[in-house]
């Protein structure tokens, strides 16, 4: 079956342009997370959404990055006037509602971001 | 705020059991310890979860401690394709609130033939 799936796989941007990247999670999915992980360290927890709850945004690190959820299902994360230290790899997960699901997250392959 | 400590990384050998331990001596109550891997270039992979049982399913077995201060992920038998950084995770309970997932910087695991 489909997972999480993001685009583009690559992007390289000059620093100060706007970026946008994509998630389109699993079907059913009703939560949906993005993260970041620059070189060689963990993830970095950046935005939540459940179902039609107000997103949790207390994870993106400035006014810069914005994310939105468009019939609860495709997301995308919008970050404007990128600066270098915005490169690192971002990823996207899903996960279905309910204890016995268990809220196992699936991730997607993730968009590796390069800002020149 | 990872709430877990784990070696930085560690060898073992092709065919045999690989143990990972994991130390999380301020977890709560209702918080589970979950298991993520990551193989090189690719997303996180949920491994297991578990509260206070022992869990075992078709990838690992997760061994908590009766106090739950420590965990220990068993591999049962190692293949090369194993080699990742494994992430000991603690968490809240799933039902309730966010569920974001903190990874700390994981345990690098290679298997070696």
Same mark, same amino acid.
């Given at each position: 079956? /489909?997972?999480?799936?993001?685009?583009?796989?690559?992007?390289?941007?000059?620093?100060?342009?706007?970026?946008?990247?994509?998630?389109?999670?699993? #079907?059913?999915?009703? /939560?949906?997370?993005?993260?970041?992980?620059?070189?060689?360290?963990?993830?970095?927890?950046?935005? %939540?959404?459940?179902? !039609?709850?107000?997103?949790?945004? #207390?994870?993106?690190?400035?006014?810069?990055?914005?994310?939105? *959820?468009?019939?609860?299902?495709?997301?995308?994360?919008?970050?404007?006037?990128?600066?270098?230290?915005?490169?690192?790899?971002?990823?996207?997960?899903?996960?279905?509602?309910?204890?016995?699901?268990?809220?196992?997250?699936?991730?997607?392959?993730?968009?590796?971001?390069?800002?020149? | 705020d990872a709430k877990t400590?784990?070696?930085? #990384?560690?060898?073992?050998?092709?065919?045999?059991?690989? !143990?990972?331990?994991? !130390?999380h001596?301020t977890i709560?109550?209702?918080?589970?310890? %979950?298991?993520?891997?990551?193989?090189?270039?690719?997303?996180?992979? %949920?491994?297991?979860?578990?509260?206070? !049982?022992?869990?075992?399913?078709?990838?690992?077995?997760?061994?908590?401690?009766?106090? *739950?201060?420590?965990?220990?992920?068993?591999?049962?038998? /190692?293949?090369?394709?194993?080699? /990742?950084?494994?992430?000991?995770?603690v968490?809240?309970?799933?039902? %309730?609130?966010?569920?974001?997932?903190a990874?700390?910087?994981?345990?690098?695991?290679?298997?070696?033939?």
């Amino acid at each position: 079956g /489909a997972g999480v799936s993001q685009s583009p796989s690559n992007k390289v941007t000059e620093k100060g342009k706007d970026v946008e990247l994509r998630c389109d999670p699993i #079907s059913g999915h009703t /939560a949906l997370y993005w993260y970041r992980q620059s070189l060689g360290q963990g993830l970095e927890f950046l935005i %939540y959404f459940q179902g !039609n709850s107000a997103p949790d945004k #207390s994870g993106l690190p400035s006014d810069r990055f914005s994310a939105e *959820r468009t019939g609860g299902s495709v997301s995308t994360l919008t970050i404007q006037r990128t600066q270098q230290e915005d490169s690192a790899v971002y990823l996207c997960a899903s996960s279905a509602q309910g204890r016995l699901a268990g809220n196992e997250q699936f991730f997607g392959p993730g968009t590796r971001l390069t800002v020149l | 705020d990872a709430k877990t400590t784990q070696p930085p #990384s560690m060898d073992c050998a092709e065919g045999r059991a690989a !143990n990972l331990p994991c !130390n999380h001596s301020t977890i709560s109550g209702n918080e589970y310890v %979950y298991w993520y891997r990551q193989i090189h270039s690719q997303g996180p992979q %949920y491994i297991i979860h578990g509260l206070k !049982n022992n869990e075992t399913n078709e990838m690992a077995s997760l061994i908590i401690t009766e106090d *739950r201060k420590s965990s220990t992920l068993i591999l049962p038998h /190692a293949t090369l394709r194993d080699t /990742a950084v494994y992430y000991c995770i603690v968490r809240g309970d799933p039902d %309730y609130g966010n569920n974001r997932l903190a990874f700390g910087k994981g345990n690098q695991v290679v298997v070696i033939p």
